[in-house]
């Protein structure tokens, strides 16, 4: 079984690229820290990981995803074997991601930007709860009194 469960920061904004069939793909890496503080340094040591998503999942984490941001990531481990430009055989790992989820709120997001997008109400949800690509769905405000029912 090849499955795979990450939890970290992303290194740098995610990148989209299409290939020649048109099918988008990102890349991006997430810095995941490991679950023990170095006996040497006495510091937590981190793993700087590849992630790879397609299609939906691609355009997702483009849209909604950006540097710094903490999320997870499911997917697999997939070895790729290739040659570099002076023709030496290389060997890298990276994540296949089958899904990538938020693990902080919009306005801890926020907060840490230094902003907000609405004001501080008593008692307000602050989970984020992203769109579902594709679903016809979309967020909206969260004011109680604009809800439909």
């Known amino acids: 079984m090849n499955h795979i469960v990450l939890m970290g920061r992303l290194t740098r904004d995610p990148e989209l690229r299409h290939t020649p069939s048109g099918i988008p793909v990102a890349s991006f890496s997430l810095a995941v820290?490991?679950?023990?503080?170095?006996?040497?340094?006495?510091?937590?040591?981190?793993?700087?990981?590849?992630?790879?998503?397609?299609r939906?999942?691609?355009?997702?984490?483009?849209?909604?995803?950006?540097k710094g941001q903490m999320?997870?990531?499911?997917?697999?481990?997939?070895?790729?074997?290739?040659?570099?430009?002076?023709?030496?055989?290389?060997?890298?790992?990276?994540?296949?991601?089958?899904?990538?989820?938020?693990?902080?709120?919009?306005k801890s997001r926020e907060a840490a930007r230094g902003y907000t997008s609405y004001p501080e109400r008593p008692g307000a949800d602050s989970e984020y709860r992203p769109p579902v690509v594709g679903s016809g769905f979309e967020e909206f405000d969260d004011e109680d009194e604009n809800l439909p029912f």
């Open 33 to 54: 820290d490991r679950g023990y503080v170095s006996k040497d340094s006495g510091e937590r040591q981190t793993d700087f990981i590849d992630i790879v998503a397609w």
């Open 71 to 106: 999320c997870a990531v499911n997917g697999r481990l997939q070895i790729r074997d290739w040659t570099d430009k002076d023709g030496n055989k290389r060997r890298s790992a990276e994540v296949v991601a089958d899904n990538i989820y938020f693990t902080e709120s919009k």
């Open 56 to 66: 939906n999942q691609a355009e997702f984490v483009v849209k909604y995803f950006t």
